[in-house]
């Protein structure tokens, strides 16, 4: 059965550095979402992508943060400048259509 | 703007026994409702969902919710419950199209033998 991945599944980084989460789609899925979970609290929606563009984001998604879809199967998160609040959990989902949002196993950021 | 309610932190219950995790949404227009399942250091895993047509929806691994429009509620279900079932549940709203889904803050589920 396809399946969301990302990687990598856990990130340690310095307050200040870059991080780029990377996700993988299920293959014919067009619209993609970031979403993130601060330890043990709910989750939160960040940002979908559509047509190589964003349609939507949260005030969550700052200048800080950016997205993209390189090429025909990646899609990354990118963190300009990481704080200490920007630890999470982070996850990925996709959909084909109207229905379903699958979500990816997701990557654990802590920001030191 | 869309609201999910899961008013209990944490459902303890005996293997074998039915479970009900509890939850209400707000949504302007027909709401599409999910339930998600956490695993420890897993991703969201779907179980199922309501979009349209009858109100009792069945999902993965023996569990079902009911949806009412009346009360807004949409509480997820199983007759009989199992230690396997030990998880944290989401339920989520979103309004129509591919809007982002809006989570509840999770329900704990412990189920004892």
């Known amino acids: 059965e396809p399946e969301v991945t990302q990687t990598p599944s856990h990130q340690v980084t310095q307050m200040g550095q870059e991080v780029i989460l990377r996700c993988v789609p299920i293959?014919?899925?067009?619209?993609f979402y970031w979403y993130r979970q601060i330890l043990g609290q709910k989750v939160e929606f960040l940002v979908s992508?559509?047509?190589?563009?964003?349609?939507?984001k949260s005030e969550i998604f700052d200048d800080q943060f950016s997205v993209e879809r390189p090429d025909g199967s990646n899609f990354t998160l990118k963190i300009r400048s990481t704080k200490l609040e920007d630890s999470a959990m982070y996850f990925c989902a996709s959909i084909l259509g109207r229905g379903t949002q699958y979500f990816g196993p997701g990557t654990r950021l802590t920001v030191l | 703007a869309q609201s999910v309610a899961q008013p209990e932190d944490q459902v303890n219950v005996a293997e074998g026994n039915p479970l009900t995790v509890k939850c209400t949404y707000s949504?302007?227009?027909?709401?599409?409702l999910f339930w998600y399942v956490q695993y420890p250091n897993r991703g969201l895993q779907f179980l199922l969902k309501y979009i349209t047509g009858d109100n009792l929806v069945k999902g993965s691994y023996g569990f079902e919710a009911e949806f009412n429009k009346s009360q807004t509620s949409f509480h997820l279900k199983k007759p009989s419950a199992l230690v396997s079932d030990s998880a944290l549940y989401f339920c989520?709203?979103?309004?129509?199209?591919?809007?982002?889904?809006?989570f509840g803050k999770g329900t704990r589920l412990s189920v004892i033998a």
């Open positions: 293959s014919n899925h067009l619209y």
């Open positions: 949504v302007s227009g027909n709401p599409y």
């Open positions: 992508f559509y047509n190589n563009e964003i349609s939507e």
């Open positions: 989520a709203v979103r309004a129509s199209g591919n809007t982002p889904l809006v």
